[in-house]
């Protein structure tokens, strides 16, 4: 297996760390069924790909082996993002029987973090992911790693995420602050749960602490994540017009 010398947390102040443990730690409490666990949006540029990569670096960081799958195979610039030059063998070439997993798999310096790209962009995104052979690898990499972090594109474009959500145990929803409408919200979480109703929670994204002096009194950083339930009985009292 080929190794990549990457930056395993990006962008992370001190305290934005103290939000991912604190995320980390819920989804370890929900239970070791949730191994593998898709991330989408509702819509582009809402950080869900950094959330989604520095989760799992953080699972990694406590000694979880840990994978994380980029599929998002129409708009990807995690590899950049990461200082590697060129393109890599990845998931669409597992996808379409040109390579095995372990060629498409990368290691880093972290021994329990673990990297499969995209590979090069395909011109039947979907139709890949919904073949058997994705099926097939979410049963390869159950048994070596502990958990699994799949980043989706967003939800509210395409509709990979959800075809990606119908294999795997549970997923998480990324939102930008004041940049979704509640329509948008509402409308990502029913195609989410029609997929899969396993929705472990809603990561509110790009919070502007000072502005927002709730979170930042209770909180004082930049992301917070909560319990879906908590945010889908939040919604239901808003629809409602309840305080």
């Not at 395993?8 to 991912?20: D, F, G, I, S, W």
């Not at 070791?32 to 989760?55: P, R």
């Not at 409308?187 to 396993?198: C, I």
């Not at 809603?202 to 602490?209: A, F, G, I, Q, R």
Request: charged share 20%; aromatic share 10%; glycine share 6%.
């Amino acid at each position: 297996m080929k190794k990549l010398n990457i930056d395993l947390v990006k962008n992370v102040n001190y305290q934005q760390r103290e939000v991912y443990r604190t995320l980390r730690t819920n989804i370890e409490f929900t239970g070791i069924e949730n191994q593998i666990i898709a991330i989408t949006s509702c819509i582009a540029n809402e950080g869900k790909s950094t959330v989604a990569y520095n989760l799992a670096s953080m699972l990694a960081e406590t000694g979880k082996k840990t994978l994380y799958i980029d599929a998002d195979l129409r708009k990807s610039v995690l590899l950049k993002k990461l200082g590697v030059k060129g393109s890599l063998p990845g998931l669409t070439h597992f996808l379409s029987g040109q390579k095995t997993i372990n060629e498409v798999t990368y290691a880093t310096q972290n021994e329990h973090f673990f990297i499969l790209p995209t590979g090069p962009f395909p011109t039947n995104p979907t139709e890949l992911l919904g073949n058997e052979r994705f099926g097939e690898l979410m049963q390869l990499v159950r048994t070596p790693f502990e958990y699994v972090i799949i980043d989706c594109p967003p939800l509210g474009a395409v509709i990979d995420a959800a075809v990606v959500a119908k294999k795997v145990d549970g997923s998480i929803m990324v939102i930008e602050a004041n940049q979704v409408s509640r329509w948008e919200a509402q409308n990502t979480v029913k195609q989410l749960k029609l997929a899969n109703p396993n929705i472990l929670g809603v990561v509110l994204n790009k919070l502007d602490y000072k502005v927002n002096s709730y979170y930042s009194g209770k909180y004082g950083y930049y992301n917070h994540y909560e319990n879906y339930e908590n945010y889908e009985n939040d919604q239901d009292s808003q629809d409602k017009g309840e305080a």
